[in-house]
């Protein structure tokens, strides 16, 4: 920052040839007072030290209001002394030379009090103008910590002080072809050939209205900061500039870096949910299909030895675990239709209906569960899918089942509450702990029972969801369900207008 | 194939529609048959009930399966027959280094499971009564003299390659890691399995008919080697 020692030390910019109105004025009254003073005080104190008055009111204008005040105040000064205190009395006439005396001792007077107050001011000046810098500097680097994208940083850049201060800030970017102008817009004329020629030569240009610095980012240069607008180089100079574009590349550099963060990130998440459709796959289609290759070798290599009801038995399994898997392969299926945007098709669904073919589906699996319904005797339709509202409605039960203990309460009830079809599927099982309640619905999610290989696919409650939603329905999860214990997943479905059916 | 007594089989399995099946079929080939839900469940059963087999699924509702297997190693050398729907090497390695003896993948068909039950019986006999000379198809080791012959004719093998062959026989018909192998042929230490590799090779190449397809040293990817023995016994 050579620029601020150099101001103090050699160059004193601000003379203060220029006089305001209320300078003037406060001049002109600091004169007139020490002038009075002197001329009433002259017969008593005598001539020096009334001359002396004069000096010091001369003096204490040029330190308060610069060398101009100073001089015209020693110029009225001598005129008011010539007139009152010299011979011949009350004319401007010089009666000896020596009456020229003071004149050129107020002038001189003047002069250094001028010089000095002015120099003082310059130097309070640069020191104001660079706590200014710094204090903008600070704050405009405090809110590029905050920024993270590209445009949130050229945000703060236009609200940084240069920008407030009336010049417009233009931050151009090498991409291997060329220089462009970061945040679209028109190049201002003239600024892309500055641009091009700070970014040829690596160092900073400063002219009257435009101000151009290299940014560098940790691989070298990269790009270029301009500042421009009437007097720039009041405002901001090379050195502060330089500054600010220190930042500015700090900036834009984490920000090239974070959205290469989150690019990654997503990639990964999207590889994970590959990754867990694969391992979900491989363990819900090998269960059953080990059961059903267990039975079905066991019949064809040991079928004479076992007695028929074990016959059957296999059999059955191997019935059972098709349907299992044919299931499995439908919640894949329907999850990639649902993932992929396609609406399903709705017609009048009666949801009486589609609870009781969900029931019949899961009932096999029930084991000694107690199974109650709370069921309307008319019918309640709703718009829906019905293949997939009762997937939706399996889904669920078996995770009921799923994750509930042999012997234990599961409840269904269906009522209609206001405008809508509401289904509460409850149990008494394991439940979901309450920060996990939304997590469930996401896919392959699923509630560490403990830490072993969950069963099901993690995808039920997510093609429930998806369902309930493509329908514009409602589905969330509470807990306890039952008994104090267990889950309820609930499902408000917009109830249908039964004339709809006729028409 | 006459089964083997009244041998008591634990199977360990959280899937009702397997144990459904397994029960039954295990049951007509004459083992006695326990059947437990989960890791607590097994536990118990092996301290009341003694078991000469476990099938074992490693995805247990309480305990992990790989801890089931540490716990029963703490009191028990019941062999134990990892049977699990895991495809990862990783989980069936660290199964066997927690002291399980073999493994099934599901799906699996039940004449493999059988094999590997009886090679499991049969190495606990032999355990106990440590036999003179080993049989698998063609294959006769004379443990006594160290002689190996393929069809009645003596091959000669290297100290090294005799020594991983032992190794392999000891457990007939089970898997044997990498890690064991190695220990057994070059101490502890050594842990290439390039050195285990060409051994294999020469070892097929001495005793198979085609070593390219072999049928006596099966391989068993990422994980270890299994001597075959249930071929037909040829000459052996």
Redesign the interface.
Known sequence: MSSYRDLGRSTIRDLRLHLSGRELLSSVMIVAISSSLAVWSEPTVGLVSAALLFVLGVMIVGALHGLAAALLAAFVAFMIYNFFLTEPFLTFRLSTTTDAAPFVAFNVVALIAGVLAGRLQDRAKAAQRANLQLASLLETSQQLQAAVRETEVLTTLDASAPARLGLALHVFQHDGGGLAMLGGGAVPAGVAAVAQQVWTSGTATQLDHIVAVPLHAAQGPFGVLVAIGDHATDVVDAAFLSALAGMLALALERAALSSRIAEASALARSEELKTALLSSVSHDFRTPLAAISASASSLRDYGAQLDAGAREQLLRSIVNECERLNRYTANLLEMSKLQAGLSPTGSLVDVVEAVGAALKQVRGKLGSRQLERHLPAAPLLVRADAALFELALVNILANAIAYSDDGARIMVSVAQAGGEAAIDISDAGFGIPPGDLDRVFERFQRVARYEAAPKGSGLGLAIAKGFVEAFEGRIWAETPGLDGRGTRIAIRLPAAAPQAEAA | MTAAGRSRILVVD??P??V???K??LE??GYEVRVAVDGAGALGAVALFGADVVLLD????????KEVIARLRRTSDVPIIVVS???QEGEKIAALDKGADDFVN??????E??ARVRAALRRRQNAARRPAAFHAGPLTIDVATRRVTIAGETIKLSPKEYALLTTLAESAGQVVTHRRLLAAGWGDGAADTQYLRVYMGLLRQKLEEDPAEPRLILTEAGIGYRLADDLPPGFG
């Open positions: 959280d899937e529609s397997l459904a099946v397994l039954p079929v007509a080939q490693l995805g247990l509702p309480d305990i992990d399966g729907a895991r495809h599901k799906p699996f068909e039940i004449g499971l059988m």
